[in-house]
C-alpha cells in the first residue's frame, strides 16, 4: 500500500517571496508523483509529474518538484509567487504495479499576501 | 473534446433518498474512478474500475455501489443517503498510470 503525507495543512506567504510545499510518500514499489492544483470551487488542475529520469521536474505556472527517493520525498517549489498562486495543492502518487488509482494527500491551501 | 463529464454539478438531498451520479468519458480509458473529497482530508477513492462490466472497492466505499455497464461510463449510486455523505464527488478515467483525466465535480449536501 502506499500513502502520500502533506506536512503543512496551510502555507502563509507574501507576494514574491518564495514558497516549498512539502510532500513525502511511502511505497515499496516504483512510484509515479503528481502535483495537482485546485481554486476555490473548481476541479482539479496538473501541475506537473514525475515519471522516471530527471528529477527536477518542470511544471505549468513557474512551479517546480524534485523527486528524492532516498528521502522519499517530493517537495514544490516557486522562487516568487504572485497573488493568483492561492489555492489548494495536492501531492498524489500511483505505483506501477498494483492499483493504478491515485492516492492523494490531504492538500496544502497556499495563501498568497500583499 | 469533452474528456471527463459529470452530472449532476450540483445536487441537495434529504437524508434517505437516493441518488445516481453520472460520469462519462469519451477518450476511450479502460480505468475509472470515484473519489470524494472532504475538507482536510484531500480526495479519497470511493470505488474504481478497472474495464467495462468490473468494479472493485476503495478505501471509503461504505453506503456506496458503482456499475460500469459501458465502457464510458461509470455511475455511482447512493440507496440511502446519510449527512455523512454530503462531499464533492470527483470522476477521473485513465488508460496509462502517467495521465489522469478528472471532471470539474459534483458537490452533493444531505440534509
Known amino acids: 500500500a502506499q500513502s502520500v503525507t502533506q506536512l503543512d495543512s496551510q502555507v502563509p506567504v507574501f507576494e514574491e517571496a518564495p514558497v516549498e510545499l512539502r510532500c513525502n510518500y511511502s511505497?515499496?514499489?516504483?512510484?509515479?508523483l503528481f502535483w495537482y492544483v485546485q481554486y476555490p470551487n473548481q476541479g482539479l488542475q496538473l501541475l506537473l509529474k514525475?515519471?522516471?529520469?530527471?528529477?527536477l521536474v518542470k511544471g505549468i505556472n513557474g512551479f517546480e518538484a524534485e523527486f528524492n527517493k532516498s528521502q522519499t520525498s517530493f517537495h514544490l517549489r516557486k522562487p516568487s509567487v504572485h497573488i493568483s498562486d492561492t489555492a489548494e495543492y495536492f501531492c498524489a502518487v500511483t505505483s506501477d504495479t498494483g492499483r493504478r488509482a491515485l492516492t492523494f494527500g490531504s492538500g496544502t491551501r497556499l495563501q498568497v499576501q500583499p | 473534446n469533452a474528456g471527463v463529464t459529470q452530472t449532476p454539478k450540483f445536487r441537495v438531498l434529504k437524508t434517505g433518498q437516493s441518488m445516481t451520479l453520472l460520469c462519462a468519458q469519451d477518450m476511450n480509458h479502460e480505468y475509472m474512478y470515484w473519489y470524494r473529497q472532504d475538507p482536510g482530508m484531500g480526495l479519497r477513492l470511493i470505488h474504481y474500475?478497472?474495464?467495462?462490466?468490473?468494479?472493485a472497492k476503495g478505501e471509503v466505499p461504505d453506503g456506496y455501489n458503482v456499475s460500469r455497464l459501458k465502457k464510458q461510463n461509470f455511475l455511482l449510486g447512493l440507496e440511502s443517503a446519510a449527512p455523512s455523505q454530503t462531499s464533492v464527488y470527483f470522476c477521473?478515467?485513465?488508460?496509462?498510470?502517467?495521465?489522469?483525466?478528472f471532471g470539474s465535480g459534483t458537490r452533493l449536501t444531505v440534509v
Open positions: 514525475y515519471l522516471s529520469g530527471s528529477t
Open positions: 477521473a478515467s485513465s488508460q496509462t498510470r502517467d495521465g489522469y483525466t
Open positions: 511505497s515499496s514499489v516504483s512510484v509515479y
Open positions: 474500475s478497472v474495464g467495462e462490466g468490473t468494479t
